[in-house]
């Protein structure tokens, strides 16, 4: 579909801004992170075909778009429609030291970065949620 497409385009977009803001020191980024929206989880097809279209566009970029840039990338395009969610970081006690893993949700469910979450405990969550 030429609209899955262009939400790839947009999502490789993201993903090259939240990349660039990772380079940045916190205090610089730390606003995207915590915008938020009036209209929590209103659009839940949407917010699945967004999160689809970051996975598509994280695999084809031609640096890592690993855990946090792909949950930034999926906030801001939610974001900029207005959709409501809630971007989670999380620590995971391993061994020989820790994992760190982001997750983005909407109402509740991990739409981006679903396979490590439940071994994670919440450090801060960032939006609405």
Known sequence: ??????????????????RLALLLPYRHYRPWLELRSDNPGTAPEM??????????AARVAPWS????????????MLQRRNIGCCLVLGVENTQPGI???????VDGNIIIGAAGADRCAVLNRYGNG
């Open 65 to 76: 778009a690993v855990c946090l840039p792909q949950a930034m990338a999926g906030k801001l």
């Open 1 to 18: 579909m030429l609209a899955d497409d262009l939400l790839a385009v947009e999502a490789l977009a993201a993903l090259g801004l939240a």
């Open 47 to 56: 917010a699945l075909r967004i999160a689809r279209a970051v996975r598509r």
């Open 99 to 105: 994992l760190l893993h982001a997750w983005l949700e």
